[in-house]
T-cell receptor, first 115, second 115 residues
Framework: ETGVTQTPRHLVMGMTNKKSLKCEQH?????MYWYKQSAKKPLELMFV???????ENNSVPSRFSPECPNSSHLFLHLHTLQPEDSALYLC??????????????FGPGTRLTVL | AQKITQTQPGMFVQEKEAVTLDCTYD???????LFWYKQPSSGEMIFLIY??????QNATEGRYSLNFQKARKSANLVISASQLGDSAMYFC????????????FGTGTRLQVTL
C-alpha cells in the first residue's frame, strides 16, 4: 500500500450535492493536512490536524467540513459547493513534531469539478 | 508573512543536460526550512529535497541539489543529467517555526525535458 492514498481520484458534482473526499496514510504519521490547488495559484492550506485535533483552519468556507476520526484517516465533507471550488484537493501527512521541519508526504489528489 | 517567488513559469531542457529552477524567498525569521516538490501530471506532490536555514552545506539528493544562497534569499534547485521522467511541475516551499506546520508554496515551474 502506498504512503498516502486518496479516493476518489476524480469527482464531478452539482452544486446541491453532498460528497466526501477520503484520505488514508500508511506511514504512521500523526499530522494530516488538506490543501487546495487551483490553476495558476500556489497551493492553499485548508486544514491541519495533529493527533486528530484540528489545529488550523485557514478561513475556509463552512461548505467544506473536515473530519479526522483517527490519525490514519482524514475526510473532507463537501456540500453546496460553488463552481469556483473546482480544483485539485491534496491530502498530506507528516511525522512527529508539528513545528519541526519534517517533510510532508502527499497523496495523488482528488480532481473535483463542480457544475 | 512568508513568501516564495518562482519567476520561471516554464523551462525546457535537453535530455542529459543540467537545469536550474529558481526560487527566492522572503521571511523575517532566522530559522526556516526550504523544500522542493515535484508534481507530475498524475497530481501527486513528491518530496525531493530539504535545506535548513542553518545548514552550512548545500543539500544534495541523487541528481538533485539545492543551491542555497542565504544572503540573497535564494534556494535554486539544480537537476543534473535530466531525464524524460523529470518533466513535471516543480514547487519551492518554505516552513517557519510556530506556523502549525504550514508550508508556503510558490506558483511553480513547469519543466519539459526534450530529446
Amino acid at each position: 500500500e502506498t504512503g498516502v492514498t486518496q479516493t476518489p481520484r476524480h469527482l464531478v458534482m452539482g452544486m446541491t450535492n453532498k460528497k466526501s473526499l477520503k484520505c488514508e496514510q500508511h506511514l504512521g504519521h500523526n499530522a494530516m493536512y488538506w490543501y487546495k490547488q487551483s490553476a495558476k495559484k500556489p497551493l492553499e492550506l485548508m486544514f491541519v490536524y495533529s493527533l486528530e485535533e484540528r489545529v488550523e483552519n485557514n478561513s475556509v468556507p463552512s461548505r467544506f467540513s473536515p473530519e479526522c476520526p483517527n490519525s490514519s484517516h482524514l475526510f473532507l465533507h463537501l456540500h453546496t459547493l460553488q463552481p469556483e471550488d473546482s480544483a485539485l484537493y491534496l491530502c498530506a501527512s507528516s511525522g512527529p513534531g508539528l513545528n519541526s521541519y519534517n517533510e510532508q508526504f502527499f497523496g495523488p489528489g482528488t480532481r473535483l469539478t463542480v457544475l | 508573512a512568508q513568501k516564495i517567488t518562482q519567476t520561471q513559469p516554464g523551462m525546457f531542457v535537453q535530455e542529459k543536460e543540467a537545469v536550474t529552477l529558481d526560487c527566492t524567498y522572503d521571511t523575517s525569521d532566522q530559522s526556516y526550512g526550504l523544500f522542493w516538490y515535484k508534481q507530475p501530471s498524475s497530481g501527486e506532490m513528491i518530496f525531493l529535497i530539504y535545506q535548513g536555514s542553518y545548514d552550512e552545506q548545500n543539500a544534495t539528493e541523487g541528481r538533485y541539489s539545492l543551491n542555497f544562497q542565504k544572503a540573497r534569499k535564494s534556494a535554486n534547485l539544480v537537476i543534473s543529467a535530466s531525464q524524460l521522467g523529470d518533466s513535471a511541475m516543480y514547487f519551492c516551499a518554505m516552513k517557519v517555526p510556530g506556523t502549525a506546520s504550514k508550508l508556503t508554496f510558490g506558483t511553480g515551474t513547469r519543466l519539459q525535458v526534450t530529446l
